[in-house]
Nanobody, 124 residues
Framework: QVQLAESGGGSVQAGGSLRLSCVAS????????MGWFRQAPGKEREGVAL????????LYADSVKGRFTISQDSAKNTLYLQMNSLKAEDTATYYC?????????????????WGQGTQVTISS
């Protein structure tokens, strides 16, 4: 059974940093392509950052480019999202997601697995 478990959310002031983690387990096929999405109250879920299985390709939303970095530790089956220079508009529930094939798009419908989410709150 595939499971994605996020952690690392919290409350920080604007300008601060947080690092989110997502531990993946239960994958029986080749390493999936993974990414981070977020959803703020009253808004649709949006893609934040994606990473290909081998780590060679990334995709970032324009709103986080230069501030967020996605990475992985394959030995630990863990995906990370380093978030710097946080803004109030980054406040949302952040979700880890996985899909079998790398595509350079944030089409949430193509992701097969989702975590439960971790809350990030930025105060201005």
């Amino acid at each position: 059974q595939v499971q994605l478990a996020e952690s690392g959310g919290g409350s920080v002031q604007a300008g601060g940093s947080l690092r989110l983690s997502c531990v993946a387990s239960g994958f029986t096929y080749r390493r999936p392509s993974m990414g981070w999405f977020r959803q703020a109250p009253g808004k649709e879920r949006e893609g934040v950052a994606l990473l290909s299985a081998g780590g060679g390709s990334t995709l970032y939303a324009d709103s986080v480019k230069g501030r967020f970095t996605i990475s992985q530790d394959s030995a630990k089956n863990t995906l990370y999202l380093q978030m710097n220079s946080l803004k109030a508009e980054d406040t949302a529930t952040y979700y880890c997601a996985a899909r079998r094939i790398w595509y350079a798009n944030f089409n949430a419908a193509e992701f097969d697995y989702w975590g439960q989410g971790t809350q990030v709150t930025i105060s201005s």
